[in-house]
């Protein structure tokens, strides 16, 4: 299996920047998407990095080292909205299956 | 109206009954998925389907089985369920067209189960 580490848990204040780091171990690696969870919900895709550098939707953007299998997910200008868990998952060739990690519960504070 | 869709939205139960969990979709993807979801576990994968006639385990099928009865429709039973089933149960579905962006799952709203 992949073994896929995030942090447990971030706080920040409104209108900050919170960064949620995602290492992940695997072979044939074929991508790598961040969702956002809000408490009781389902999961809702954000983001899919394939190719090394940063993606930039608005407020969020995420990055993705293949050679360090590792990736962030940068959420700007922090709504109270964005308090949720953040979800990475790895995807793998010819697999066809994502493999999420614990997710990281943000906290965004007035 | 949403894409993909969950029957029962709550359930509880008792040890030992059979219970089925519904999932359909409209997006017209070829991929289901049914997951549960543990707090501090993160989503774990239970059975998976590629088309109507292919039906895979995942990592945590015990104790459960499911029934591909149409392209849109995926269901999940609990043959005799015990409380440690007690979970949030989530379908997800993908599409197959041959880019690698089409592992990107789209979750329906989640089963929040309960086995007393």
């Known amino acids: 299996g992949q073994n896929i580490d995030q942090p447990t848990e971030m706080t920040a204040t409104e209108g900050a920047i919170v960064q949620i780091n995602c290492t992940y171990q695997t072979s044939g690696f074929n991508g790598l998407f961040w969702y956002q969870q809000h408490a009781g919900e389902a999961p809702t895709f954000l983001s899919y990095?394939?190719?090394?550098g940063l993606e930039e939707k608005g407020r969020f953007s995420s990055f993705l080292s293949r050679s360090k299998g590792y990736s962030y997910l940068l959420l700007k200008e922090l709504q109270m909205k964005d308090s949720a868990s953040y979800l990475c998952a790895v995807s793998i060739i010819n697999d066809y299956k994502l493999s999420f990690g614990a997710g990281t519960t943000v906290t965004v504070r007035a | 109206d949403a894409d993909v869709t969950q029957t029962p939205r709550n359930r509880i139960t008792k040890t030992g009954k059979r219970i089925m969990l519904e999932c359909s979709q409209t997006k017209g993807h070829d991929r289901m998925y049914w997951y549960r979801q543990d707090p501090g576990l993160g989503l774990r994968l239970i059975y998976y389907s590629f088309d109507v006639k292919d039906i895979n385990k995942g990592e945590i099928s015990d104790g459960y089985s499911v029934s591909r009865q149409a392209q849109a429709k995926f269901s999940l039973s609990l043959e005799s369920a015990i409380p440690n089933q007690t979970a949030l149960y989530f379908c997800?579905?993908?599409?197959?067209?041959?880019?690698?962006?089409?592992?990107?799952?789209?979750f329906g709203p989640g089963t929040r189960l309960t086995v007393l």
């Open positions: 997800a579905t993908s599409r197959m067209d041959g880019q690698a962006s089409t592992d990107t799952q789209y």
């Open positions: 990095n394939v190719l090394d």
